[in-house]
């Protein structure tokens, strides 16, 4: 799943559009609660350094909430590692796009459904 699959999936899906908020990053997507303004998601192109991987490329991710029990299991079973700049026991950075480890797009769904659920009252 890429950006624009995702994108497309969260509107059709919760009714929200992406929030820019950053001069410096323009393509860095908030996607929020509508009613509480809280993230749910944060769609962003991180350096493989800043993820802990190899190489140097930039990854496309959405960071996402996740139930802290699940967080060990998307993270030891590829195409999700520790959140970047968020909390890392309850958040993960998914990979997205054409990424070797990148999840199929109905566990992204999936993904982005728990992290809308946990997120309206943090």
Not at 33 to 43: G, P
Not at 69 to 83: F, K, M, Q, Y
């Amino acid at each position: 799943m890429g950006r624009d699959e995702l994108l497309a999936f969260v509107a059709d899906e919760f009714g929200v559009e992406p929030d820019f908020p950053w001069i410096h990053h323009p393509d860095n997507a908030v996607l929020r609660h509508a009613d509480s303004r809280k993230w749910f998601a944060l769609v962003m192109d991180v350096p493989a350094e800043k993820l802990g991987l190899p190489g140097d490329a930039v990854h496309e991710v959405v960071n996402l909430k996740a139930d802290p029990d699940e967080v060990d299991d998307l993270l030891g079973g590829g195409g999700a590692v520790p959140a970047y700049h968020m909390h890392k026991g309850s958040w993960v950075s998914v990979l997205l796009g054409d990424a070797p480890d990148a999840l199929p797009a109905a566990e992204v769904q999936r993904l982005l459904r728990a992290s809308f659920a946990l997120t309206p009252g943090w």
